[in-house]
């Protein structure tokens, strides 16, 4: 049994697929040995029907001349003649039922595949919305990273500078006992200048904030 030319279509294709079926149904020993044949004739057979609605690019008088329409009325109507008679071969050849279990379980492969197809669908626009959330998630993450690195940065150079050279050492200047506490006056650097209580003897040095000319003289307590 020879294929048929992929170069056919409609109702060419149906026509030589019938014309396969019926050379070869006598020597078959399954139905796989016109499958070939039967896959055509459906497709043939969709083809017709569908010709119809296949007009967008085509002229007025092609869409609704009386030799287009007649055609297409004709074709439908051989189509389905022509698969009744198949049918019939199909049954008397394998027995009683075999066409139209043929025709459920294609069905049902045509249903399974739309399914299978409208799964891929849902799968991949959930996929998409878990990458978006995904990604947003990260951008979150990056930003807080960013936000809190540049907070630690801030904060390392507020630290830097207020370590730096805001404090120098100050020696004792000036001090005196007031009841049991020490009053105690302290110069340093370009006339900082800065005093403490405490309640033992003055320290000699004491590190103390830089505030250059911070006053003329020594302010007792």
């Known amino acids: 049994m020879e294929p048929i030319s992929a170069a056919l279509a409609g109702i060419s294709l149906f026509k030589a697929a019938v014309d396969g079926i ?3 149904i006598g020597t078959a020993n399954d139905v796989s040995d016109i499958a070939h044949y039967i896959d055509n ?10 010709k119809r609605s296949a007009k967008s690019g085509v002229g007025v008088a092609d869409q609704f001349g009386v030799k287009s329409v007649a055609s297409e009325i004709i074709d439908a109507r051989l189509a389905k003649e022509q698969m009744q008679e198949v049918a019939s071969l199909v049954d008397m050849r ?3 039922g075999t066409w139209r279990s043929i025709v459920d379980e294609r069905a049902r492969r045509i249903q399974a595949a739309k399914e299978e197809a409208a799964a ?3 799968k991949k626009i959930q996929e998409a919305r878990e990458f978006e959330e995904s990604l947003k998630q990260f951008f979150m993450v990056a930003g ?3 936000a809190a690195t540049m ?12 370590d730096g050279d805001k404090y120098v050492p100050c020696r004792l200047a000036k001090y005196k006992k007031v009841d049991k506490e020490w009053h105690c006056y302290y110069e340093g650097a370009n006339k900082t200048r800065t005093s403490m209580i ?3 003897f003055c320290p ?18």
């Open 204 to 221: 000699r040095v004491y590190m103390c904030l830089y505030d250059p000319n911070s006053s003329n003289k020594i302010v007792e307590w």
């Open 94 to 96: 394998f027995g009683h």
């Open 144 to 146: 807080a990273i960013v």
């Open 198 to 200: 405490i309640g033992e």
């Open 120 to 122: 891929a669908r849902r």
């Open 22 to 24: 019926k050379g070869a």
């Open 151 to 162: 907070f630690f940065i801030i904060m390392v150079v507020m630290i830097a500078r207020a």
């Open 41 to 50: 004739l459906f497709e043939g057979e969709k083809q017709v029907q569908h």
